[in-house]
């Protein structure tokens, strides 16, 4: 097909509203490519060098041409977001696919068959959907003439972003007819990367490679071992930096935290992760984006895509797993300002958090044969519900371990009508094998991270040579770097502030696949049964309490008697209605005292009566090792009792040292009630991050 340069160059100067808008080197030639094909290409540019301006321009003057329409694979709602916005500036019919706009489907089959519709984003579960191939792909009346990958690393075990429903790309390009244009574009692909994808795109694949160099950009690493320590140094510091920015953590946990600590300091934060509603997510990257706020303080939910080009900073709380992970995100600041601040924070705990990420990217061999084992004796499949039931792992784990295992060809499970059922086929030891090499690949990673943090200098130079760039086009920065000191004083209200946090413990509603305690499946819990809202004192292990609270319970035997005043302080804060007139304590084997003396001292200080109304039925597993609802909510039903002539009628108190999945507390709670107790509140000291998000 013919390109013509000067029609591109009117659309680059429509879509950008510039018109003395030229291209910038690299971006004509990927158009020009893509427009003459059919061919496969790979375009890796760094951030802000205008990726999507190739892949709009190229379907403008592809349907200009009378060709089919674009098909666009985005891995975040974010970004698919941003990228229709600028689509519709270019003068094209666009419709985005996802799970926050189900209602639209109908009208954008309608028409994309009718072959009326310019470009349709949509994300990798529903290219692999046999719905959308057959309803969409199959009864269009002009099959799609591009396909858009959007950060293609995803599809690459090695990319630091992947995602298993990614890999299905690669059987649909090569199901695809010749005359299939594919472009996939990312900032972050190595040589390993590349190779990669030369694999899934085939042997006419090209790639494109251009300056990965950012030299506006003033990085620097910080080591600061305690949390107190890197609050102080972003309240500190962030208020002397101009602009907006992002502070990016690992943790749903430390996001909140981050931003309730900024706010208390005076600085407009916001927290930013994957618990968050779509609608919340929108109207803080619209916040942002308006600089209605100072910053965000976001895990990767907010990653890739997401484009506000005068960015100021982007500070990193921890340090990330990759290289190729810290570049796409330090790449989101000063894509067009003169200069922007890049600083990695890091320190002690960083490496406990990325190893747990590390070991959970793959299932262990005992998962996966359980799973292989409960669905082989089942003829007509299981659901991942009934799997819980089966099986003692997590809705989660089941989830990932199916779905990983699936991707394989040939597959040893397959799911119809939401039942995974069981094939005839084995799992390859090929895929043990590349769950290993990926895992020691992660951890070479990690101890390329642990040598940037340890970097005074060069640090742009490092990361453009751990992505296998020209280092020729790096300059030395001469601006000015950030004080990595932190005033004392700051640091002590850190600590104070880390410590008078609580967290809320919701209550349990609907009973687990399997039934438990004399209720039915799938039912919810009677009002008159339920616990109410409680609390929390601290996260495990975390910055405030959770040090001390791990002392007490492992090496001291007891828990110090600040711990009792904080978490009294908590509940006098708190103040729930009615007012508690009695507490008991969830007992232990492992530990016969250690939380029914707390238990007594906290009653002491509150002047309200302890009742030692909670009984070791028979000997269980620890109820940390059950792994899903069923056997969470079984394990304590088995476990313990009540006292009935030690229930008082009183609203309750029930207390424990630790929460995970709330079963123990949602168990006893109704045993209590049932035996005459009033309102029951759980009291824990510490919350696993699974207490709130199971």
């Not at 950060?151 to 299905?168: A, K, T």
Request: with cysteine; hydrophobic share 40%.
């Amino acid at each position: 097909m013919k390109y013509s340069s000067e029609r591109a160059l009117e659309l680059l100067r429509l879509g950008t509203n510039d018109t003395h808008a030229n291209f910038r080197p690299g971006q004509e030639e990927a158009i020009r490519a893509v427009v003459e094909g059919p061919k496969r290409l790979i375009v890796v540019q760094k951030t802000g060098w205008g990726k999507s301006i190739v892949y709009f321009i190229a379907t403008k003057i592809l349907r200009e041409a009378g060709l089919g329409p674009t098909l666009l694979v985005s891995p975040l709602i974010s970004l698919m977001r941003n990228q229709l916005e600028a689509a519709r500036r270019m003068g094209l019919s666009a419709v985005r696919l996802d799970s926050t706009n189900a209602e639209d489907e109908k009208m954008a089959q309608r028409s994309f068959v009718d072959n009326h519709l310019d470009i349709l984003l949509i994300t990798e579960m529903r290219l692999a959907k046999r719905s959308f191939q057959t309803q969409f792909l199959g009864a269009a009346r002009s099959g799609p003439s591009l396909l858009v990958v959007d950060e293609v690393h995803c599809i690459s075990d090695w990319g630091h972003d992947f995602r298993p429903l990614y890999r299905r790309i690669e059987s649909f390009v090569k199901n695809s007819p010749d005359t299939l244009r594919v472009l996939g574009t990312t900032a972050t692909a190595n040589n390993r990367v590349l190779e990669d994808l030369a694999f899934v795109f085939g042997d006419r694949v090209e790639t494109q490679r251009g300056d990965l160099a950012r030299n506006n950009l003033i990085l620097q690493t910080i080591t600061l071992n305690s949390h107190s320590e890197r609050l102080a140094w972003l309240a500190q510091h962030l208020p002397a930096i101009e602009g907006t920015g992002i502070v990016y953590v690992l943790t749903i946990a430390d996001a909140e935290q981050v931003s309730q600590w900024l706010n208390s300091q005076g600085l407009d934060a916001s927290a930013y992760h994957s618990k968050l509603t779509g609608e919340a997510r929108v109207q803080i990257e619209q916040a942002l984006l308006q600089n209605e706020v100072k910053v965000v303080v976001a895990t990767s939910a907010l990653g890739m895509g997401f484009d506000k080009p005068d960015l100021s900073f982007v500070i990193h709380y921890q340090m990330p797993g990759s290289v190729i992970a810290y570049y796409q995100q330090v790449g989101r600041a000063g894509r067009a300002v003169s200069q922007a601040y890049g600083v990695m924070l890091g320190g002690d705990g960083d490496s406990k958090i990325l190893e747990y990420f590390k070991s959970t990217a793959f299932p262990r061999r005992e998962t996966v044969e359980a799973l292989l084992s409960a669905l082989g004796d089942s003829n007509e499949g299981m659901s991942e519900e009934e799997l819980e039931t089966r099986v003692n792992l997590s809705r989660k784990s089941i989830s990932h371990a199916l779905e990983l295992i699936s991707l394989e060809t040939p597959a040893p499970v397959t799911l119809l009508d939401n039942r995974w059922r069981r094939t005839p086929t084995a799992l390859l030891e090929a895929f043990w094998e590349r769950a290993d090499r990926v895992t020691a690949a992660r951890s070479r990673e990690q101890e390329q991270m642990q040598e940037y943090l340890a970097l005074r200098s060069g640090h742009l130079e490092f990361l453009v040579k751990a992505l296998d760039g020209d280092i020729r086009s790096v300059r030395e920065s001469h601006h000015a770097q950030l004080s990595a000191e932190v005033e004392p004083s700051v640091v002590r209200e850190a600590e104070k502030f880390l410590r008078r946090n609580s967290i809320p413990i919701l209550p349990r509603v609907r009973i687990p696949g399997g039934g438990v305690a004399g209720l039915h499946p799938g039912s919810t819990i009677p009002h008159e049964w339920r616990i109410s809202e409680g609390r929390a004192l601290a996260y495990w292990g975390d910055a405030g309490w959770g040090q001390q609270i791990r002392l007490g319970k492992y090496e001291a035997g007891e828990f110090h008697k600040d711990l009792v005043e904080a978490t009294a302080s908590m509940i006098r804060e708190w103040a729930p209605e009615p007012a508690p007139t009695w507490i008991t304590a969830v007992p232990s084997h492992r530990h016969p005292t250690l939380v029914a003396n707390f238990a007594r001292v906290l009653a002491q200080t509150l002047k309200i009566e302890y009742c030692d109304a909670v009984a070791i039925k028979s000997k269980r597993e620890q109820q940390k090792h059950q792994s899903n609802s069923f056997h969470q909510a079984s394990n304590a039903a088995e476990a313990f009792s009540v006292r009935e002539d030690m229930v008082r009628s009183g609203p309750c108190l029930l207390v424990d040292d630790i929460v995970n999945s709330r079963w123990t507390f949602t168990v006893i709670g109704k045993m209590l009630r049932a035996a005459g107790s009033g309102v029951v509140r759980p009291v824990a000291l510490a919350m696993t991050s699974g207490g709130s998000d199971d």
